[in-house]
């Protein structure tokens, strides 16, 4: 199992979050809540509103998301659904634990006294330059005050 970080439209409540419970895709298991230790911007951009993770360290904010503990099934359809590596690219960042599912779970015993985990995130450092101007939000919502909505694959 690998410990996953969304932060976008695959979270509870958000246009994706079905893949996340289709089990014909793979397991994922909701460990708990948490945000980035690093600042990073998240925009929200092109003409399908999707939302990124600009892959730049110390700018931006905290980023909300939740945690989840994933199979190989399911890595392999995120990083396709992810279109990693072009539009994404998965890597290793550490997310600091504001609440677990459960007491004793899997994660809570793999996190560090501090409360940090290492977690596998998509984000991008392959954006057009100009996305760097967007504004940067520290948590997201597609039918958020921003206006912005999400427009599902199957509707493009």
């Not at 700018?59 to 539009?87: K, N, R, W």
Request: glycine letters at 12%; hydrophobic letters at 35%.
């Amino acid at each position: 199992m690998a410990r996953v970080f969304v932060y976008g439209t695959l979270k509870k409540g958000q246009p994706n979050y079905k893949h996340m419970i289709n089990t014909a895709k793979g397991l994922a298991k909701f460990q708990g809540r948490g945000h980035t230790v690093e600042k990073y911007p998240l925009v929200i951009a092109g003409k399908y509103n999707i939302p990124y993770m600009l892959n730049i360290p110390g700018t931006g904010h905290h980023i909300a998301g939740e945690i989840y503990s994933v199979d190989e099934q399911m890595l392999q359809f995120l990083d396709e659904f992810e279109g990693c590596p072009d539009m994404y690219q998965r890597t290793l960042m550490r997310i600091q634990v504001v609440e677990w599912e459960g007491k004793g779970g899997v994660g809570e015993a793999r996190a560090g006294p501090d409360g940090v985990l290492e977690c596998f995130v998509y984000s991008t450092a392959t954006y057009p330059p100009e996305w760097v101007g967007l504004p940067y939000y520290d948590s997201y919502d597609s039918s958020g005050k921003h206006g912005l909505s999400y427009v599902l694959r199957e509707s493009r």
